[in-house]
């Protein structure tokens, strides 16, 4: 299977791929930028993406690698994931393992060794697929992510960024550059239900709690797979917040993962894989199991060992 | 570090050091690595099989670590390093993973076994000693039609006790 033809440029820096970019636009071309290429390039056999110009940031070395982390800095340092960091690279780093294992559980459930080995972070919250794993961990964990553009930098929530199926609030003249997560808690955990053809999920779900005495101080999750984009359940996390750790909890806090989120009711995907009503069924067993992993880890449970599955 | 090419041109230059040989050719810029491969270098080893990121037919090393040449530009393999089946060893000197998947009896029909090897080849770099179900999560994007997979797990885990012992 071929692409349609493309006219394509290579960028060596992050100022000549934007340089590139402005270029393009103002020719009125149709322009994409081309990060590992797993989304992208089979989207352009399919002819689902058909660009005229394809502008190749692959090889721009100062998007790429990790920085920061508790490693580096006084408690609460954030960790600056450079977008070129393939899923390779950050299922390898061992500080990123150790400090968020629900990155840790995404990344070895997430597609196959040889896409790890190229696709990006920073090409996955492009691409905005409605079932990708990577992106609940980052919404439970509360990332941010920078962009650059021909008017400067900004930083934007995940939560506001991400907009839709194969949609973000990224402009045609913008590049992601970087993800932030602030420092999280140990208790995380990410459980899927994958489709077993394409490994996405069907359903997956991100939870990360922090338990004082007995108590959830703080919990954050979200839910992949299952909506136009990976969501927060709102009634589920509020359940969760400030809750004493009692049996019941997680299942009923669980049980509203299907709920709301921040646009208002969650309007289910329904495909010939699985129907709406399916897929919220699982966003709530997701759910509860990586809760009860969240929790089981919150109390240095080791049976809740990062990445095992 | 390949630089940066001037302005997007609908064909480009592409040096690919392929089993250790600089290999130059202009190709469109549409082209498939495993195309460039298997057309343009005549290295046929490479198969592929789905042509969709699925079946792992088409893996080869890039850089050392295992990738879906169906799924990666010549363009984007300008200035890198791409090992083939062909190049890790011959009908005279197998490599290990080879001799493997003989004397497990780890292929049928064989035409996803340049690929399972390139891919098992990466596994037992990444882990020298897996058991069978990371043997199996490791072959996750390798589908293989005939054996069902229990001789090509066996194979991988021959291999990983060659290696080892060599
Ligand atoms: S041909 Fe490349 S993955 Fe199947
Ligand atoms: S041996 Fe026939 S496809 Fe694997």
Not at chain 1, 96 to 112: E, G, N, Q, Y
Not at chain 1, 259 to 273: C, I
Not at chain 2, 81 to 97: F, M, N, R, S
Not at chain 2, 119 to 131: E, F, I, K, S, Y
Request: with cysteine.
């Amino acid at each position: 299977m071929y692409t349609a033809d493309f006219a394509y440029a290579r960028a060596g820096s992050l100022a000549g791929a934007l340089e590139l970019l402005a270029a393009a636009q103002a020719r009125g071309e149709d322009v994409k930028l081309l990060a590992g290429g797993q989304s992208l390039l089979p989207m352009m056999k399919l002819r689902l993406a058909a660009p005229e110009t394809l502008i190749d940031i692959g090889g721009v070395g100062e998007l790429k690698g990790v920085t920061g982390g508790p490693a580096e800095g006084a408690e609460g340092a954030k960790t600056v994931i450079g977008a070129l960091t393939t899923y390779r690279e950050l299922e390898r780093d061992p500080m990123i393992t150790a400090t968020f294992p629900a990155m840790a559980d995404a990344l070895a459930v997430l597609a196959d060794s040889q896409v790890r080995a190229r696709g990006t972070i920073g090409g996955c919250i492009a691409h905005a697929d409605p079932a990708s794993d990577l992106p609940a961990v980052l919404l439970a964990l509360d990332a941010t992510v920078t962009i650059a553009g021909g008017h400067g930098t900004r930083e934007a929530l995940l939560d506001d960024f991400l907009t839709g199926i194969y949609s973000t609030d990224l402009a045609d003249d913008e590049i992601i550059t970087a993800i932030t997560v602030p420092a999280a808690p140990p208790g995380q955990a990410y459980e899927k239900f994958p489709q077993p053809a394409s490994h996405l999920p069907l359903a997956g779900a991100c939870a990360a709690v922090e338990i004082k005495d007995g108590t959830i101080c703080r919990a954050g999750v979200a839910v992949t797979g299952v909506a136009s984009r990976p969501y927060r359940p709102r009634d589920t996390e509020r359940i969760l917040a400030s809750a004493p750790l009692t049996p019941s909890l997680l299942a009923s806090a669980a049980a509203q993962a299907g709920g709301a989120e921040q646009g208002g009711d969650v309007r289910p995907l329904s495909d010939q894989h699985a129907s709406g009503p399916y897929r919220l069924h699982l966003a709530e067993i997701m759910t509860l199991r990586a809760l009860q992993r969240a929790v089981e880890r919150a109390s240095g449970n080791s049976s809740g060992k990062a990445g095992e599955r | 570090m390949p630089a940066s090419t001037g302005p997007a041109e609908r064909d480009v230059a592409v040096t690919v050091t392929v089993n250790g040989e600089p290999r130059r050719e202009r190709v469109p810029a549409r082209t498939l690595l495993v195309h460039f491969l298997r057309e343009q270098l005549g290295l046929t080893g490479t198969h592929v099989g789905c042509d969709t990121t699925q079946c792992g037919a088409c893996t080869v090393a890039m850089d050392g670590v295992a990738v879906k040449s169906c799924t990666v530009l010549a363009a984007q393999a300008d200035g890198h390093e791409v090992t083939t089946i062909e190049g890790i060893g011959d009908a005279e000197g197998l490599h290990p993973v080879q001799r493997a998947f003989w004397a497990e009896h780890g292929l049928q029909c064989g035409y996803c076994t340049p690929g399972m090897i390139m891919a098992v080849r990466q596994l037992l770099a990444d882990n020298p000693d897996p058991g069978d179900d990371e043997i199996r999560r490791g072959l996750a994007g390798n589908i293989c039609r005939c054996t069902g997979y229990q001789n090509i797990v066996a194979a991988a885990r021959a291999a990983a006790t060659m290696l080892q012992e060599s």
